[in-house]
């Protein structure tokens, strides 16, 4: 992996919260579940719809589109129609900063 860079901060993230921001020219979903943060691609594995005009439960996205939920933890699609897992990257917290890059999941 090459490094992180900054694409938020804690403090405009708050417990129950998502937001989009962009990563290398990528749509990313930050989600702070319980106090911790996590980052998935914005995109609906399912229907090109943006994850981040959703809803957000507990470790849960769902699709504003189609309804498709998946788990913020670790980006597997809990239901249909979707049926693929979203990406994941790495998340750093360096202060109130909120650092990503990409995991290495293979």
């Keep these: ?60 996205v769902e699709c504003p589109l189609h309804g498709s939920r998946f788990d913020l933890t670790n980006g597997k699609a809990l239901c249909l129609p979707a049926d693929e897992p979203l990406k994941l990257y790495d998340v750093k917290i360096e202060g109130d900063d909120i650092l990503i890059g990409t995991a290495d999941t293979d």
Excluded: P, Q, W
């Excluded at 694409?7 to 290398?24: C, I, P, Q, R, Y």
């Excluded at 998935?40 to 439960?57: F, Q």
């Design 1 to 60: 992996m090459s490094g992180y860079s900054k694409v938020a901060s804690l403090s405009e993230l708050a417990k129950g919260e998502m937001k989009m921001v962009t990563f290398n020219g990528e749509d990313i979903l930050l989600a702070n579940v319980e106090g911790r943060i996590h980052a998935v691609s914005d995109l609906c594995t399912h229907a090109d719809a943006s994850l981040s005009d959703g809803y957000i439960e507990a470790n849960e």
